[in-house]
């Protein structure tokens, strides 16, 4: 089992729905999860940080973080086409000293 | 902002030769790392720095060394380039507290390197 793992998608959403990611992850006593954004040819761009059970939201974003369930969601609210790109999720790995990444899930906003 | 600052944005080299990717960040952070990403494995850690002079192996360390003699700079070294080390590689940095794990990343640019 990957320790954090991601659907690779795509996504297809049209424009102005809501784009649902999901992110599960093995470690139990990982506290702090991090969701990316990148474009293609592009470096990753961190979009939202959380560490406490529940929600936190950033303009049209929402992170989710369940840690009893082990799995912490992004939502894209009112989806733009510039959204369009992949999201990588992290979190610490079971050796502890370290990030892991998710594979990332491809989204596509149709107009 | 955080700015991590990466030589080289497309480098072309020669199977067997010695090659130097360089970075530096300018926000005083304690962790540096550097990734590769590749189509289909995602981004993996090569190797990571925590301190000045220190330096702790990632998933896949094999072929590469790293070097950190300043805090804001950390490079990254094929001891003897291979076509497989063809690749997007990473550098990024993060603050201290919390640990390498708990803190988030800020990526450079990324340096393309072909080796041929």
């Known amino acids: 089992q990957k320790e954090v793992e991601q659907n690779s998608g795509p996504l297809s959403v049209p424009e102005g729905a809501i784009a649902s990611l999901n992110c599960t992850y093995s470690?139990?006593?990982?506290?702090?999860f991090f969701w990316y954004r990148q474009y293609s040819g592009k470096s990753p761009e961190l979009i939202m940080s959380?560490?406490?059970?529940g929600d936190k939201e950033d303009g049209r974003f929402t992170a989710q973080l369940n840690k009893a369930s082990q799995y912490v969601s992004l939502l894209i609210r009112d989806s733009q086409p510039s959204d369009s790109a992949t999201y990588l999720c992290?979190?610490?790995?079971?050796?502890?000293?370290?990030?892991?990444f998710g594979g990332g899930t491809r989204v596509l906003v149709k107009p | 902002d955080v700015k991590v600052t990466q030589s080289s944005r497309y480098l072309v080299k020669r199977t067997g030769e010695k090659v130097f990717l360089e970075c530096v960040q300018d926000m005083d952070h304690e962790n540096m790392f550097w990734y590769r990403q590749d189509p289909g494995l995602g981004l993996r850690l090569i190797y990571f720095s925590y301190d000045v002079k220190m330096k702790e192996k990632g998933d896949i360390p094999e072929g590469y060394s790293v070097s950190r003699e300043k805090k804001e700079r950390f490079s990254l070294i094929l001891e003897s380039a291979s076509t497989n080390q063809t690749s997007m590689y990473l550098c990024?940095?993060?603050?201290?507290?919390?640990?390498?794990?708990?803190?988030?990343?800020?990526f450079g640019n990324g340096t393309r390197l072909t080796v041929t």
């Open positions: 992290a979190a610490p790995g079971t050796a502890g000293n370290k990030l892991t």
């Open positions: 990024a940095s993060s603050p201290g507290g919390g640990g390498p794990s708990n803190s988030p990343l800020h």
């Open positions: 470690d139990r006593g990982s506290q702090s």
């Open positions: 959380i560490y406490s059970n």
